[in-house]
């Protein structure tokens, strides 16, 4: 058994209650749906849940302007059902981690509708007021594709609120002690109902200051200190993941000296998978886990194949932002903000190779990985859907009406019908039974990887191949290592490799074995997890 911490050894599972399972006949997933379908997500080998916001919400941007941070919104069910769904993953052995949206609140939530109707109220400055737009002026606008600036002038208040996102979602005033108390009491209410921890969302923006550009400020860190000793202290054993788009070197403080968060996510390692897989180029992999610095012990990254459902191109150049545009979305629709809201399929044309190869190497690298909802079939998408509709469609459980979905006569999006991808043929009860289906391969490469402690949590050395396009290192945890090798091109290869001894190959179902002295070849796309005895 490892002494490692959990969190750095385990899969996660990115559930859209949404779009899970619909219970009741209305169209829309829900948690008692949900429930119906925990012993599913426990057969992917995955270790626990990250429930997307599921708090009352006007959903003018997918549940993250929460209304009330202690309620279920009603569509999914009541604070009893959640509370049913945590007792019924806990019994599987399955944990459940949440969305905590600290930066901002809806303008629908009720402290912001006491605070613009009235200024002497103590909710007033709960949020940040200004006279002018002009205060701030190095914060970046972070949307920049809808939102003219990060002030918006409320007719009511008589003055400007500050937001960082959408209008729709005015900022937390973090200056104020009341709000630390306020969100240290979100956290204790949603803990104490036995949640395994949270995502903090947007965590970089919680504080403004003139003269900088208003993210990563001291402030900021001195309270998610606040935020890791409540539940160091208090819920021992829980995690809290920070999510900040941001380099790798400039994440660092957020784990602070282990006292700050657990888990941060990686962003910038996601588009250079993409990048190295279509360019047939190991480098942009090499050189960005290169700028990755170490971290505090018990701590760890978090990696993904999409941001939820958007490759985001943040973190990369104009010029191949704009290359990654041309190559993975050439449709306009297929682009939001600054990034590509695809599904992980379409994306890769349906070739189960590069699928493969890509999943392979994501769930061999460093970092604790998530899977996300329909993936692990090879769901499709609807370009034509506004926003990120298209790729939160209705998971597609069989052949049935709205794919086994839902009994409603509409659906709240229509689930996926086209000629590739519809749920008349691409579904979970088609794949059950096909033993090279994109979900039995799921199935196959996590239980292979939690098998090896070296590919759960063992470090990483590079080793030569002699070719940009072969990828190899080496993941070591005691005893216990594995050579992983990639043809990122579509062309045979020799993969520059002899190996010493007699390997087996882990991601061969039939345990193939390469011969001690022999250079290894790889055919397109091919990937080796070898076992070194």
């Not at 006292?259 to 047939?280: N, Q, T, W």
Request: charged letters at 25%; glycine letters at 6%.
């Amino acid at each position: 058994m490892s002494d490692k911490p959990w969190y750095q050894e385990a899969v996660f599972f990115e559930l859209n209650i949404r779009a899970y399972r619909d219970s009741n006949g209305d169209g829309i997933g829900d948690f008692r749906g949900a429930i119906d379908k925990l012993d599913y997500i426990r057969s992917l080998g995955v270790d626990c849940i990250w429930v997307q916001p599921m708090y009352p919400s006007p959903l003018k941007d997918d549940g993250y302007d929460v209304a009330d941070y202690t309620g279920i919104l009603p569509d999914f069910g009541t604070l009893d059902d959640f509370r049913a769904f945590l007792d019924a993953a806990h019994a599987r052995g399955l944990r459940v981690v949440t969305d905590l949206v600290m930066n901002h609140c809806s303008e629908e939530h009720a402290w912001f509708q006491a605070a613009r109707q009235d200024r002497h109220s103590p909710y007033r400055d709960y949020f940040v007021w200004s006279d002018t737009p002009e205060k701030y002026s190095g914060a970046r606008i972070i949307f920049l594709d809808v939102e003219p600036s990060n002030w918006t002038y409320d007719e009511v208040a008589g003055q400007y609120f500050w937001h960082r996102f959408y209008a729709s979602q005015p900022d937390l005033n973090y200056e104020n002690p009341a709000v630390h108390e306020e969100m240290l009491n979100v956290l204790r209410f949603w803990l104490d109902m036995g949640i395994d921890g949270f995502r903090a969302d947007a965590v970089p923006y919680l504080y403004e200051r003139e003269g900088t550009n208003s993210e990563n400020l001291p402030e900021t860190h001195e309270f998610l200190k606040k935020v890791r000793r409540l539940v160091d202290e208090e819920y021992p054993g829980r995690v809290i993941i920070a999510e900040a788009n941001q380099w790798p070197e400039d994440l660092l403080p957020y784990f602070g000296d282990g006292d700050e968060f657990h888990v941060c996510f990686h962003f910038p390692i996601m588009p250079r998978l993409f990048m190295a897989l279509k360019s047939g180029d190991k480098t942009p992999i090499i050189d960005i886990l290169a700028r990755t610095p170490p971290i505090p012990p018990g701590a760890q990254w978090m990696t993904f194949l999409r941001n939820h459902d958007e490759l985001t191109l943040e973190m990369v150049t104009p010029e191949e932002r704009q290359w990654m545009w041309e190559q993975y979305a050439p449709d306009p629709r297929m682009r939001l903000n600054m990034g590509i809201r695809r599904r992980l399929t379409p994306l890769l044309d349906n070739d189960k190779r590069r699928w493969l190869a890509l999943n392979a190497l994501f769930l061999s690298l460093p970092g604790t990985p998530i899977l996300y909802y329909g993936d692990e079939i090879g769901m499709g998408e609807n370009i034509w859907l506004d926003d990120r509709h298209g790729v939160r469609t209705p998971m597609q459980w069989s052949a049935a009406t709205n794919a086994g979905f839902s009994e409603a006569e509409k659906t709240y999006q229509p689930v996926i019908d086209d000629a590739e991808y519809s749920y008349r043929h691409l579904n979970v009860a088609a794949q059950e039974t096909d033993a090279n289906s994109y979900l039995n391969w799921t199935r196959y490469l996590v239980a292979a990887r939690q098998a090896q402690p070296a590919l759960r949590a063992g470090t990483l050395a590079w080793v030569e191949t002699g070719h940009a396009a072969v990828l190899a290192f080496r993941r070591a945890e005691g005893d216990n290592r594995v050579l992983c090798v990639f043809n990122l091109s579509d062309t045979a290869r020799p993969s520059g490799i002899i190996p010493a001894t007699t390997q087996t190959d882990l991601l061969s179902r039939d345990k193939r074995s390469f011969p001690a002295g022999e250079e290894i070849h790889l055919s397109p796309y091919e990937c080796l997890w070898l076992l070194e005895n």
